[in-house]
T-cell receptor, first 113, second 109 residues
């Protein structure tokens, strides 16, 4: 069965360190997204990609970067982790097209100390 | 600005009916999504409305009024497993989803 996975599921890191969160999908979807979810806020879009070599900034992209070298993977990098980046991070993918349901990964809980 | 409003928390009784409301303000509109999210898990898709009216899918129905910027999710014959957060998301003119903070639904026996 097709799926979308994230690793690690939990991560504790120190302020200033570089951290990379992995996202891998076997749906063969062109569209991939990274969100963060914090209490009292809706999901907020960090970066998104509509295909290989395509990346775009979302609402809260400062301090984050992504790269898309193949269809399956969209890793999210925190260049220099800050305590404000403590959050739950969700990766999602969807079929090509403007309006399509998004399939979410299980999430990564990141704590920056 | 763009904004989604939905109640923070609701409580209902097993077997009853509950309606979760959502109002939205977006730059352009390309449809309204509802997702379910159990605690500690990923959101999962429930419904999509782009035309006015009611869409029924088993025990769950979703309604949209574009002129009022309003949607609701109706859950019938509530079961304990329906205890979850329900996320409303509107798609704007750039086809980006604007998410509400979610409504936590508590089901009591």
């Amino acid at each position: 069965d097709a799926e979308i996975t994230q690793s690690p599921r939990h991560k504790i890191t120190e302020t200033g360190r570089q951290v990379t969160l992995a996202c891998h999908q076997t749906w063969n979807h062109n569209n991939m997204f990274w969100y963060r979810q914090d209490l009292g806020h809706g999901l907020r879009l960090i970066h998104y990609s509509y295909g290989v070599q395509d990346t775009n900034k979302g609402e809260v992209s400062d301090g984050y970067s992504v790269s898309r070298s193949n269809t399956e993977d969209l890793p999210l990098t925190l260049e220099s982790a800050a305590s404000s980046q403590t959050s739950v991070y969700f990766c999602a993918s969807s079929e090509t097209g403007d309006v399509a349901e998004q399939y979410f990964g299980p999430g990564t809980r990141l704590t920056v100390t | 600005g763009q904004n989604i409003d939905q109640p923070t928390e609701m409580t209902a009784t097993e077997g009853a009916i509950v309606q979760i409301n959502c109002t939205y303000q977006t730059s352009g509109f390309n449809g309204l999504f509802w997702y379910q999210q159990h605690a500690g898990e990923a959101p999962t898709f429930l419904s999509y409305n782009v035309l006015d009216g009611l869409e029924e899918k088993g025990r769950f129905s979703s309604f949209l009024s574009r002129s009022k910027g309003y949607s609701y999710l109706l859950l019938k014959e509530l079961q304990m497993k329906d205890s979850a957060s329900y996320l409303c998301a509107a798609m704007d003119s750039n086809y980006q989803l604007i998410w509400g903070a979610g409504t936590k639904l508590i089901i009591k026996p």
